[in-house]
């Protein structure tokens, strides 16, 4: 028996199409042609200056953000990630007749979907599995289908925790989707995450009582200590189970049981960015680091 | 207007072989490829301004096509029916396994089908869509790290079920008893 199959040379002996005949009769096909014909009269939208497509830039700490599916729609939302304890929530009504809603840190979810049911929109929330210190926040909304801006319209000042809109509650016919992200269940892989050294998250605290920066095999013995798998990616380089020699440069959670480490090799020089938790300075992280004695201590 | 259809000409003529190509082989019928592939550059066609240039192109077809190919699969009616409409014969080159041949592809699909919706099609973009890790990157809009780590992942799995139906030996790692590891060789077993 053959000791390695290569998963992708084995998923390719089942593709059930010759892509290169195909390819060769589609490129001369009259259906190919009639279809170009069919579309190419069809009205062309016109671009719009305020698309709602504005993804603003996350924070270093969220490397992983979930993939938002919606009709590209819906956006990431300003202030997702864990940040100062500022939320404010306000609906007002603009003389037009537009509501315009805006908070400041944290959406509550809930208290959007409440306000928008008020004036009969139809909101459909879904939820995604989270790391547990993003349990509770939005991380998605708008309207599923495109509606013209006049109806939907994201405000011009959004900033990293800031963010508005304004909807026409009485023009909008749609569907109005919410992300909220939740506890993930046991087993169940995040669909986004903090860094782990976020205060709430595995490693909370952890830098506060190792040496910087944070050798690989270092972070490997607290790692098998914690009962956490490790998927190892060493800059520029695929993933491996094996411990990599080189500094820490960031951790994620992929689930409850599983990190994502991120590894420059010794001698490498090539310019990344590093954790800002696990910079020389680091005791400034007072509510990261109180939690030292019961992650980083042994 | 012409240029318009121009850059939309480019576009169809560079990649809709291969949006045809990638709904054939996940719905198995020429009519509903077509039915994807129209309504996929139906909405390039429509929201022209919003396709990115460049390399970015085929990743964006891909991610309209793969919520085209959701939304048929929910049996959701209201997609423009184009193909029907215009009663178009489409191409269809199916692979056939030669009868009577020993073929483990048997064993492999079994492999294959034992995975979770989400590693069959990473595996299937990768392998028979040709899909890079930032393209893949780009159609599922999340970033390169989880691509990377997903894909790792899924290879994982499927290495774990090529095991289990005998195509894959079968490692067990030495720090974590009991559970799979991926099939390194062994030299004293080699």
Redesign the interface.
Same mark, same amino acid.
Do not use: Y
């Given at each position: 028996?053959?000791? %390695?199959?290569d /998963? +992708?040379?084995? *998923?390719?002996?089942? @593709? /059930? +199409?010759?892509?290169e %005949?195909?390819?060769t &009769?589609?490129?001369t096909? @009259?259906?190919?042609t009639?279809?170009?014909q &069919? !579309?190419?009269t069809? /009205? +062309?939208?016109t /671009?719009s200056k305020t698309?709602t *497509?504005q993804r603003p830039a996350a924070p270093r700490r969220a +490397?992983? *953000? #979930?993939?938002? #599916?919606i009709?590209?729609l819906v956006v990431a939302v300003p202030g997702v990630l864990p940040g100062p304890d500022t939320a404010a929530y306000a609906v007002r009504h603009l003389p037009d007749g537009l509501l315009e809603v805006s908070w400041d840190g944290d959406l509550d979810g809930e208290a959007l979907a409440a306000t928008l049911r008020e004036y009969d929109v139809d909101v459909r929330v879904e939820t995604e599995p989270v790391s547990p210190s993003m349990v509770g926040q939005v991380s998605g909304l708008g309207p599923l289908e495109q509606q013209g801006n006049a109806v939907f319209e994201w405000g011009a000042n959004a900033s990293e925790t800031e963010s508005s809109f304004t909807l026409d509650p009485t023009a909008f016919s749609g569907t109005f989707y919410l992300l909220i992200q939740r506890a993930a269940e046991p087993g169940e892989r995040y669909a986004a995450a903090a860094e782990a050294f976020t205060p709430g998250e595995v490693l909370s605290g952890l830098q506060c009582s190792v040496d910087l920066p944070l050798r690989g095999e270092v972070l490997a013995a607290h790692l @098998?200590r914690l009962g956490q798998?490790a *998927?190892w990616?060493v800059v520029d380089v695929?993933?491996s @189970?094996a411990v990599p020699q080189g500094e820490v440069l960031n951790v994620?959670a !992929?689930d409850a049981e599983t990190v994502?480490v991120?590894v420059r090799l010794d001698g490498d020089t090539t310019p990344a960015d590093p954790s800002p938790y696990l910079t020389p300075g680091h005791e400034t992280h007072d509510d990261s680091c109180a939690a030292a004695g019961s992650v980083g201590s042994g | 207007v012409d240029e318009a259809r121009g850059r939309f000409d480019e576009i169809y003529e560079a990649y809709s072989g291969l949006i045809y190509a990638y709904a054939l082989r996940r719905t198995g019928d020429p009519d509903v490829a077509g039915d994807i592939v129209g309504e996929t550059f139906l909405v390039a066609w429509r929201k022209l301004a919003d396709v990115p240039a460049g390399e970015q192109v085929r990743p964006w077809l891909y991610a309209v096509a793969r919520r085209t190919l959701s939304t048929y699969r929910r049996g959701d009616q209201r997609r423009q029916r184009l193909v029907h409409r215009l009663q178009l014969d489409l191409p269809s080159h199916q692979v056939q396994t030669p009868a009577g041949e020993p073929d483990d592809r048997a064993l492999i699909a079994r492999a294959f089908n034992a995975l979770g919706p989400r590693d069959q099609e990473l595996l299937t973009l990768v392998g028979w869509d040709g899909l890079s890790n930032e393209e893949l990157a780009d159609t599922f809009r999340c970033s390169r790290a989880v691509v990377r780590v997903r894909l790792h992942r899924a290879r994982r799995r499927f290495q774990r079920e090529l095991a289990e139906v005998g195509l894959q030996r079968h490692v067990v790692s030495g720090h974590e008893p009991g559970r799979w590891a991926p099939a390194h060789p062994d030299p004293e077993e080699a």
């Open positions: 028996m053959s000791d %390695q199959f /998963p +992708v040379d084995c *998923v390719r002996r089942l @593709d /059930p +199409v010759d892509g %005949q195909l390819a &009769e589609w490129s096909s @009259d259906a190919k009639a279809l170009f &069919e !579309i190419t069809m /009205p +062309v939208e /671009p698309r *497509v +490397v992983l *953000v #979930a993939a938002l #599916a009709a590209g @098998d798998t *998927v990616n695929s993933s @189970d994620h !992929i994502d991120m | -």
